[in-house]
């Protein structure tokens, strides 16, 4: 069992940036690879950015690519999504997702945060 939190979301101006956080209790985060993914109002969720248990292999949604950074601190139990140049088509939910390797299917993520708010205004 695998229990996620994230934090991090709020509002920000288009052009702007957040740093979205998710920690897990358990020391066996280390051995997941960690995604983060987005639903908007009326849309599916949708892939956002995967690492590897080590962070030393990525991958991003070509939506996001230049823009966005996962990365992971394995002594901290946490993994990151540094966002830049934020734009109001990124408002969703976020959620972070732990899953046995790197994956862009949400279905072959096994554990999940609550998700966080993030809003991008014109």
């Known amino acids: 069992q695998l229990h996620l939190v994230e934090c991090g979301g709020g509002l920000v101006q288009a052009g702007g940036s957040l740093r979205l956080s998710c920690a897990a209790s358990?020391?066996?985060?280390?051995?997941?690879?960690m995604g983060w993914f987005r639903q908007a109002p009326g849309k599916e969720r949708e892939f956002v950015a995967a690492?590897?248990?080590?962070?030393?292999?990525?991958y991003y949604a070509d939506s996001v690519k230049g823009r966005f950074t996962i990365s992971r601190d394995n002594a901290k139990n946490t993994v990151y999504l540094q966002m830049n140049s934020l734009n109001p088509e990124d408002t969703a939910v976020y959620y972070c997702?732990?899953?046995?390797?790197?994956?862009?299917?949400?279905?072959?993520?096994?554990?999940w945060g609550q998700g966080t708010q993030v809003t991008v205004s014109s």
């Open positions: 997702a732990a899953a046995l390797n790197l994956r862009v299917d949400g279905r072959s993520y096994n554990y």
């Open positions: 358990e020391r066996t985060f280390r051995n997941y690879a």
């Open positions: 690492c590897t248990w080590s962070g030393g292999d990525t």
